[in-house]
């Protein structure tokens, strides 16, 4: 039987980080809109990633903040999630694997 802990499921994401929820929200709409994304990551994006038009490349469970983490494991691949609040600000994420 298998656990959460020490579990190789792992997923691929990027994400959009800004600093305020309205950025967030104007973001968002963008996206749904059909903005692209790597592109809004890349000019937007106070995360290192945007450079990289958000990819944060594969990651377990666990080694992300908590609340960017029960994000990530729930979308689905090409799914775009809601405004993830954390420690660092606004995130956008997208499901990429």
Excluded: W
């Excluded at 020490?6 to 691929?12: L, T």
């Excluded at 929200?25 to 963008?30: C, P």
């Excluded at 809004?40 to 666990?62: H, T, W, Y």
């Amino acid at each position: 039987m298998g656990s959460l802990f020490g579990s190789k499921e792992k997923v691929r994401c990027s994400h959009i980080l800004v600093e305020s929820k309205t950025d967030a929200e104007n973001l968002l709409a963008k996206l749904k809109g059909g903005a692209d994304f790597a592109a809004e990551a890349k000019s937007l994006s106070k995360c290192p990633s945007g450079r990289n038009g958000g990819d944060l490349g594969k990651f377990s469970r666990g080694k992300m903040v908590k609340e960017f983490d029960a994000v990530a494991f729930d979308l689905d691949v090409g799914q775009l999630s809601d405004i993830v609040k954390t420690q660092f600000g606004y995130h956008i994420l997208i499901r990429t694997e």
